[in-house]
């Protein structure tokens, strides 16, 4: 009997898990309709469109684990979708042997990554501050992040906005002069929305479950709640991101692939203002254990080995010299090591 109640945590884990690969993985592909069908472009699409589709999973969990006053499984989901983003940015760099995913993609990467390493040290740091201040329920902390975001993301908007807008004027002409063509599109635009919606209410059923059976995981395996959220659950919910970015790497979308990825570690900063919403115990970040600050630096670590990636471009390439997705798994496996430690 005490086998089958333990049993019943990691069934509803599972199916969950499921539930929101699938629908992460529906949701990133009319996401990428919906951004291509309105003249959006490369970079913008994996930085902004993608990187908010995929990134709902986490916010979804991580909000439902605040809901259920497990403030260390929301901060572990997030800082550990950081690293677990970064593992994938080294497994398609790895995978996709006939060109280099990382020197692919756009210089103009280098601005998110930074966006996304800045707004993760400024966690890190509030996590270490322990000071609970807040205003209208939500700490100091997540508002800043909050905020932070939203100025870098205008930044990265003011940057693409000439080549964003000669798209847009591109496919205004074409639609002027193909009226067919023009209720084509609003025709899949339609249902690729639908489509979008229907999948993001997917996610919204499947992860309050995913949070509360971590939730039990962790009380009946006696392992503790910022470990199952850094490295269980976190996996989980960044699998849409894998999914995403293999997908685009094939079809050779690099800049959609990167932008996903850093994209999506900067979003997760800002999700914590969700998270901080949902929690009713004061600031969110202060009531987390100081070991989510480890998680936190060693993500920074990751995104700078993939920031370096992308500015290096020597052709002629040396072994154990030069960043390298071999090197961003094996940091990846080292970071568990030391959280479980």
């Keep these: 009997m005490v086998w089958g109640e333990g049993l019943v945590p990691w069934v509803f884990f599972l199916l969950s898990a499921a539930v929101i690969v699938y629908a992460g993985t529906k949701l990133s592909r009319y996401g990428d309709q919906i951004a291509n069908l309105t003249g959006l472009g490369g970079l913008w699409i994996g930085v902004v469109v993608m990187a908010g589709a995929t990134s709902l999973p986490e ?52 601005l998110t990554a930074a966006l996304a390493m800045a707004l993760t040290g400024i966690a890190a740091f509030f996590v270490l501050l322990n000071v609970n201040v807040t205003h209208v329920g939500v700490g100091l902390g997540s508002l800043t992040l909050f905020l932070l975001y939203v100025l870098g993301m205008r930044l990265v908007f003011r940057q693409e906005d000439m080549e964003r807008r000669q798209r847009e004027q591109d496919v205004l002409v074409e639609q002027t002069l193909v009226k067919q ?22 996610l919204l059923v499947a992860a309050p479950l995913l949070a509360w059976s971590a939730e039990r995981i962790a009380e009946e395996t006696g392992t503790s709640a910022t470990f199952i959220g850094t490295s269980l659950v976190a996996i989980t919910t960044s699998l849409p991101e894998l999914v995403v970015a293999i997908a685009a790497v094939r079809l050779g979308a690099f800049d959609l692939a990167v932008g996903n990825l850093f994209g999506s570690n900067a979003f997760n900063m800002a999700a914590f203002l969700f998270a901080d919403l949902a929690y009713r115990d004061g600031s969110l970040l202060d009531s987390v254990s100081s070991a989510h600050a480890l998680t936190a630096l060693w993500s920074i670590l990751m ?23 071999l090197l961003m798994v094996v940091c990846y496996v080292l970071g568990l090591w030391l959280l479980f430690r």
Excluded: C
């Design 181 to 202: 063509d023009a209720v084509s599109r609003r025709v899949e635009l339609r249902r690729a929305v639908t489509g979008f919606s229907l999948s993001a209410l997917g």
């Design 59 to 110: 916010i979804f969990t991580t909000v439902s684990a605040g809901w259920l006053n497990t403030p260390d499984l929301a901060a572990g989901n997030l800082f550990g979708a950081g690293m677990s983003n970064m593992l994938t940015l080294g497994l398609i760099d790895l995978l996709h042997r006939q060109k280099r995913v990382w020197q692919q993609a756009a210089l103009g990467h280098t």
């Design 303 to 325: 995104m700078n080995i993939g920031l370096m990636g992308i500015i290096y471009r020597a052709e002629k390439r040396f072994m154990l010299m030069e960043p390298d997705g």
